[in-house]
């Protein structure tokens, strides 16, 4: 088995934070893991992307062309970056910041208001787990609840984050299961 997740979007949306308690979970689940990020010019505004391989098997290369699944904060990440997901992979869109779905039928499509419901628990800046709460409710790619002590982990240093982050959590996980 070997799964390949892109997560894109701007910077400053926690893009690669993500991704990095995704390889963290996954490896702490025993799995192999490559985390890649995107450093440069796009850590200031632009289009940020990580991509993470999972596999039960040594992983020849970290650097994917064509991921399973692709979680999209933003509408030009969406754009870029649909074309190049696998058939029968999982594409997760943001829909409050993008209006407008894929265009495939060959994906199985999760849209979430990740931002709005972000704004709701009291931070925007939340966004970033509410959807990655979303994407591994509806993957099944890890355990969920070693994705909360995960995120834990994550924010160990900084303990008065936890909770809101847990309920960042909690409500992807709904807004997933309502999504299904």
Not at 19 to 25: R, S, T, V, Y
Not at 79 to 92: A, C, L, Y
Not at 109 to 136: D, M, Q, Y
Not at 151 to 174: H, R, S, Y
Request: charged share 20%.
């Amino acid at each position: 088995m070997q799964c390949e997740v892109m997560f894109a979007g701007f910077g400053g949306q926690g893009i690669l934070l993500s991704g990095k308690i995704l390889a963290e979970a996954a490896m702490e689940a025993g799995f192999e893991v490559g985390w890649v990020p995107s450093y440069g010019p796009e850590m200031r505004g632009g289009t940020a992307y990580c991509t993470v391989v999972i596999s039960d098997r040594p992983i020849g290369s970290p650097i994917i062309r064509n991921p399973m699944h692709l979680v999209a904060m933003n509408r030009p990440s969406l754009e870029k970056f649909t074309p190049f997901v696998k058939p029968g992979g999982i594409i997760f869109i943001n829909s409050s910041l993008i209006p407008v779905g894929s265009g495939r039928n060959d994906i199985v499509e999760l849209k979430v208001p990740a931002t709005e419901i972000a704004k709701n628990l009291g931070s925007e800046r939340v966004a970033n787990i509410v959807a990655l709460a979303a994407f591994v409710e509806r993957s099944n790619i890890i355990d969920f609840e070693l994705l909360k002590k995960t995120v834990k982990t994550e924010f160990a240093d900084k303990e008065k984050f936890i909770p809101l982050n847990m309920a960042a959590l909690k409500e992807g996980k709904k807004a997933a299961k309502r999504n299904s």
